[in-house]
Each structure stands twice: as structure tokens, then as C-alpha cells.
């Protein structure tokens, strides 16, 4: 099986950048003060890399746990075959 780029990774992560880019047009459009945007685009930024990086931990859990499951299997499988 050939690896891809679409991996549920990257739609989490399309997702997230989705929201944060309506939020920062949503300030551009509302919001005049330069100061004032610029305070509230770091904030969405911030917003961007912390959930981008739970995102990461999450799919870091997600591989190991299907991971581990499988060689669990695959060693009780041997342990009953081999009874």
C-alpha cells in the first residue's frame, strides 16, 4: 500500500487551518485598529499551533495503540496456535 498524504493527520490539520483562516479574515473585516488585530491574529496564530500540535499527540497515541494492539494479537494468536 502506497503511502499518501491524505492521512487523517492532515485532514485534522486542513480542518484547524480552515477555522483559524475564517477567524483572521472575520478580524479583518471587524476589526480597524492595527493594534487590536494584530494582538487578536498572534492570538488565532497561537490558537493554530496548539491545536495543530495536540492533533500531533493524538495521532502519535492513535498509531502506537493500533500498533501495540496488533502485535498483541499477533502474539496471542502464536501462543494459541502453538497449545
Known sequence: MANSIFTPLYF?????DQIQDAKNKIVDTFVFDDKIKKS???FVEAQREFTKQVNRSTNEV??????????TLEKTA???KSL
Do not use: I, Q, R, S
Not at 485534522?12 to 484547524?16: D, E, G, S, T
Open 40 to 42: 487578536v491574529k498572534d
Open 62 to 71: 492513535a498509531e502506537l495503540t493500533a500498533v501495540t494492539f496488533k502485535e
Open 12 to 16: 485534522a490539520n486542513y480542518f484547524v
Open 78 to 80: 502464536k501462543t494459541v
